[in-house]
């Protein structure tokens, strides 16, 4: 069987970098900062656009256009992953300023200006160059992989075939898929925690388990930062991630722990 493989996706940091200074980090919808979720869904008020707070709900619009959440108060649990997250982050937003050159700035641009991403609603968002180059590369610094500097081909990677989990001890799944994976490419593994077994959450619900080794082959191994008790199930969403840093839709599988 695989070796366990760390399941925290921490990467190291590139050879020569600099730590992170602290400061402003863009806003931008990264997969890796889906740990705390509010429902959201999209809104057509009849009388006219709604904005701010009423009762238990939020109005608002973003570039996709109007929706509504619950109100939630923000909670910080600044866990090893949220920070891990944080620091690619800043660490991209001080590259973007101080390292590329304009000429490598003008290209992202130049990409940001002819593709859009799109949202958990389905809706295609127009992302900033600034966006677009910290998405992709605070991953490939997850995994360890080397930052791009130019976009290049930025298209998503296609989708896995088949995806199923075994929970193979309290603390490690195992992870079978198809079809083999892209040259330099990841399989990418986000999980609901132990749940109940009539509980059914979603994406938004779940957060990062680990990825694999760059090329992997089936089964893969991964180390949960969680133990799972007899009777409890895992939901498990399973993805491609590419050299270039784009992500796949996602597959799902799930199993209840009889050990």
Not at 93 to 107: D, V
Not at 129 to 152: C, E, K
Not at 191 to 207: E, L
């Amino acid at each position: 069987m695989p070796q366990p493989t760390r399941g925290h996706g921490k990467g190291t940091r590139p050879e020569g970098a600099k730590a992170p200074p602290p400061g402003r980090v863009p806003a931008i919808p990264l997969d890796e900062q889906q740990e705390v979720y509010s429902t959201m869904a999209i809104v057509s008020p009849i009388f006219g656009e709604m904005r701010g707070k009423l009762g238990g709900n939020v109005y608002s619009r973003n570039k996709g256009g109007p929706y509504v959440r619950m109100h939630a108060v923000p909670t910080n649990p600044n866990t090893a992953r949220q920070q891990a997250t944080r620091n690619w982050m800043s660490w991209c937003a001080t590259a973007w300023a101080t390292t590329l050159t304009e000429e490598q700035r003008e290209t992202w641009r130049e990409w940001a200006q002819t593709h859009t991403w799109k949202n958990s609603l389905g809706q295609d968002i127009a992302l900033t160059a600034l966006d677009w180059y910290t998405m992709v590369n605070s991953r490939l610094l997850d995994v360890a992989d080397t930052p791009l500097t130019t976009p290049g081909d930025l298209s998503a990677p296609d989708p896995l075939l088949t995806f199923a989990i075994t929970i193979a001890s309290a603390t490690t799944i195992s992870c079978a898929f198809t079809a083999a994976l892209p040259s330099g490419g990841y399989l990418v593994v986000w999980g609901s925690g132990p749940i109940s077994p009539g509980a059914d959450p979603n994406f938004k619900q779940a957060r990062l388990i680990g990825y694999s080794a760059a090329d992997a082959t089936t089964p893969v191994v991964l180390t949960l930062d969680y133990t799972m008790e007899s009777g409890r199930k895992l939901k498990c969403f399973g993805g491609v991630m590419n050299a270039s840093g784009r992500v796949s839709t996602f597959l799902v599988s799930d199993e209840v722990y009889t050990p």
